[in-house]
């Protein structure tokens, strides 16, 4: 799986948040949460591909009432970040934090949340994941990442275990950079043709994963939300980081475009203090059959 450093994913939190709040108007998280718990037991939540936690961070607030979070992820640097990020969270949001060595409590004004965390290849081990149990199986940023053979043993498992799902910041292929720049939309070909080779799961699904997810889930029977959550992003830190990371890819998937793409990064570094990036996101909402 393709790895993300701790720095990028500080770095994108902020507009994963904000990308959120446009979605959450569509989507009721909170009553989802209701009709998944029962007997008044903790929701039961497993986090795939979990990261820093940014994902547990967004939503726990948003689930309300007793929470158990069991975090997945594959790298050991990002798993023993978890604490430290968990630790700055709380204290910026006036938060109870409590810790031992395998969990952390977090507790809010109307909700509080046990977490735990698993190490766990998602790529070659999903069967090492306990979804036996979990009331709602959630991710972001992953689903774009894997292939439809593995998204159909991933949505197997989770109607399996008759949990709801929710699938947050799914890039849906949609880019737009103002103002235009004539290379934009040839280097955005490239890029987006980067986003379907293999991340360590088989030929990724890239742009068309939020409309791939929902077709799977709809056939089972299960009931569909999609909501758009898409970036916006004017900050010069964040353009910079995206106009690096974008032509880093598309001289990864074409070598012989050198020229095209250093035109496109020049005139876009000259522009970004006066551009906007809107990126294309989808966040989908299951409930079960």
Not at 238 to 243: C, E, S, W
């Amino acid at each position: 799986m393709t790895g993300f450093s701790a720095d990028w994913l500080a770095l994108r939190e902020p507009f994963d948040l904000a990308a959120r709040a446009e979605s959450a108007a569509t989507l009721d998280l909170r009553g989802m949460a209701g009709r998944m718990r029962h007997d008044a037991r903790p929701l039961d939540v497993l986090d795939l591909a979990c990261g820093t936690g940014a994902n547990l961070r967004a939503l726990a607030p948003s689930l309300g009432g007793a929470q158990r979070w069991l975090l997945v992820d594959h790298d050991p640097r990002l798993l023993a970040a978890l604490p430290g990020a968990f630790a700055a969270w709380a204290h910026a949001q006036d938060l109870i934090l409590r810790t031992d060595d395998q969990r952390l409590h977090v507790e809010g004004l109307d909700w509080n949340a046990e977490v735990r965390w698993q190490r766990a290849d998602l790529a070659s081990a999903l069967d090492a994941v306990p979804f036996a149990g979990a009331q709602l199986v959630t991710a972001a940023a992953l689903l774009d990442l894997v292939s439809a053979s593995w998204l159909d043993a991933l949505f197997d498992r989770v109607c399996k275990a008759n949990a709801a799902a929710f699938f947050a910041l799914s890039v849906d292929g949609r880019v737009s950079w103002d103002p235009v720049v004539e290379e934009d939309e040839a280097v955005d070909r490239l890029f987006a043709a980067h986003q379907r080779r293999d991340k360590g799961f088989g030929a990724a699904l890239g742009g068309k994963a939020p409309a791939a997810a929902a077709a799977r889930l709809a056939a089972e029977g299960c009931r569909v939300t999609l909501s758009d959550s898409d970036w916006r992003i004017e900050e010069m830190r964040m353009l910079q980081a995206m106009i690096d990371g974008v032509g880093s890819a598309a001289l990864e998937q074409a070598p012989s475009a050198h020229a095209l793409v250093q035109a496109w990064q020049v005139k876009r570094r000259a522009l970004a203090p006066r551009s906007c990036l809107r990126v294309g996101h989808t966040d989908l909402l299951m409930l079960p059959a």
